[in-house]
């Protein structure tokens, strides 16, 4: 079993910055690529971005040039960078981390951007 524990969400002004951090704990072993989903109210949740175990990433094209993932494998933690947010960033975030035969989840944490 792995449990996640995201950090950092809050209320900040447009232009602004935030910065996320999940740290995984139990079989931390078993966990290959981490990500961060969001999900705003009324719509689907959508992958943010993703790293790999070898910091490969993978982002949406939607925050491309404003949000940075990057982890630290020692403290198996992954991090969202969140420069210039917009109102639109507005969501619920969640860290997922992927283990061989499942993929686990953060309870989540709100980041809300005001205009």
């Known amino acids: 079993q792995v449990q996640l524990v995201e950090t950092g969400g809050g209320l900040v002004q447009a232009g602004g910055s935030l910065r996320l951090s999940c740290t995984a704990s139990?079989?931390?072993?078993?966990?290959?690529?981490m990500g961060w989903y969001r999900q705003a109210p009324g719509k689907q949740r959508d992958l943010v971005a993703d790293?790999?175990?070898?910091?490969?990433?993978n982002y949406a094209d939607s925050v491309k040039g404003r949000f940075t993932i990057s982890r630290d494998n020692a403290k198996s933690t992954v991090y969202l960078q969140m420069n210039s947010l917009k109102p639109e960033d507005t969501a619920v975030y969640s860290c997922?981390?992927?283990?061989?035969?499942?993929?686990?989840w953060g309870q989540g944490t709100q980041v809300t951007v005001s205009s």
């Open positions: 790293i790999t175990y070898g910091g490969t990433t």
């Open positions: 997922t981390a992927r283990a061989v035969l499942r993929a686990y």
């Open positions: 139990g079989s931390t072993g078993s966990i290959g690529t």
